[in-house]
T-cell receptor, first 111, second 116 residues
Framework: GQQVMQIPQYQHVQEGEDFTTYCNSS?????IQWYKQRPGGHPVFLIQ?????EVKKQKRLTFQFGEAKKNSSLHITATQTTDVGTYFC???????????FGKGTRLSVIA | DGGITQSPKYLFRKEGQNVTLSCEQN?????MYWYRQDPGQGLRLIYY???????QKGDIAEGYSVSREKKESFPLTVTSAQKNPTAFYLC???????????????FGPGTRLLVL
């Protein structure tokens, strides 16, 4: 079945540093979604990208969808301790299949 | 106050025992899902249901069973056949995913299952 590969698995940064997580697929995706799960919590939807080359921003978070619709990235500028958690990408490639989640990137921010 | 509720928050299972995890939503969503999450791992799909009285196996359905008798409810039973059930179980719902493939999923707070 379809898989979305997410890297890195873990990332430790000093507060104020930038952070990027990447999501890659071998097949073309119809859309990609990003979720955040705080420690001990549940995943919460952040954003959805649909168009080739799309870029969306939410305050310090920048989301990109690749031109070929096979990859996506989430970039956080000047991380804060509130950014701690695991970030998941999720995608549907085509047809009537449910979302497939990546394994996530766990972000730790050192104050 | 709309949302998804899961109960209990923590559940302890004895060897050879079946246990049922509850999931209820009042978002009027057609589709519901069950995921298993192990420490440091991603989300693995157990079962999903698009409409009442219909459900499909996900990637790791062995040792689990579900029912969908009501739109609002999608209980998951962890049977004794599931040899390693200790995990965090998450229920989610969305509008009917075939509509556009763009529906987002809303997650419940989860149930932590521990085997005694």
């Amino acid at each position: 079945g379809q898989q979305v590969m997410q890297i890195p698995q873990y990332q430790h940064v000093q507060e104020g540093e930038d952070f990027t997580t990447y999501c890659n697929s071998s097949t073309t995706l119809s859309n990609i979604q990003w979720y955040k799960q705080r420690p001990g919590g549940h995943p919460v939807f952040l954003i959805q990208l649909v168009k080739s080359g799309e870029v969306k921003k939410q305050k310090r978070l920048t989301f990109q969808f690749g031109e070929a619709k096979k990859n996506s990235s989430l970039h956080i500028t000047a991380t804060q301790t509130t950014d701690v958690g695991t970030y998941f990408c999720a995608a549907i490639n085509s047809g009537n299949t449910p979302l497939v989640f990546g394994k996530g990137t766990r972000l730790s921010v050192i104050a | 106050d709309g949302g998804i509720t899961q109960s209990p928050k923590y559940l302890f299972r004895k060897e050879g025992q079946n246990v049922t995890l509850s999931c209820e939503q009042n978002l009027n969503h057609d589709a519901m899902y069950w995921y298993r999450q192990d420490p440091g791992q991603g989300l693995r799909l157990i079962y999903y249901s698009q409409i009442v009285n219909d459900f499909q196996k996900g990637d790791i359905a062995e040792g689990y069973s579900v029912s969908r008798e009501k739109k609002e409810s999608f209980p998951l039973t962890v049977t004794s056949a599931q040899k390693n059930p200790t995990a965090f179980y998450l229920c989610a719902s969305s509008t009917f995913y075939r509509t556009s493939g763009r529906e987002t999923q809303y997650f419940g707070p989860g149930t932590r299952l521990l085997v005694l």
